[in-house]
């Protein structure tokens, strides 16, 4: 990307070297500077982009949404076969079952 975008100013340095305990957990991360200041960070970018699966295009089409490049991608990335999705499923409530135990409080093991 940085070759494609010249005019966009990317870095590559070390966690740890930037900033002092920086989790590992939280690697690779991507801090976006706009002007000067803080505009966006993807901590950790893995989440953002794609888990195991994140590549240029995905990095590509989040900063053209934002802003911060212009994009000749035509699809979303993140919709091509393959991509691994995650889907919220409702929780299924049964007519007998009940929030609260005997006592009337709220049960705490309530799934």
Known sequence: LAV???DVKFLRIQA???VANFRDE???????????EMFKQFLPAAYY???NKMNWKKVEWIFSSLGIVK???EADPFDEVGMFQIKKIPKQVRDDESDSDEEGKPSRWKI
């Open 71 to 73: 994009t000749e991608l």
């Open 4 to 6: 494609k975008f010249a």
């Open 26 to 36: 939280d690697v690779p991360s991507i801090f976006v500077y706009k002007n000067g």
């Open 49 to 51: 982009f794609g888990g």
């Open 16 to 18: 740890t070297n930037c």
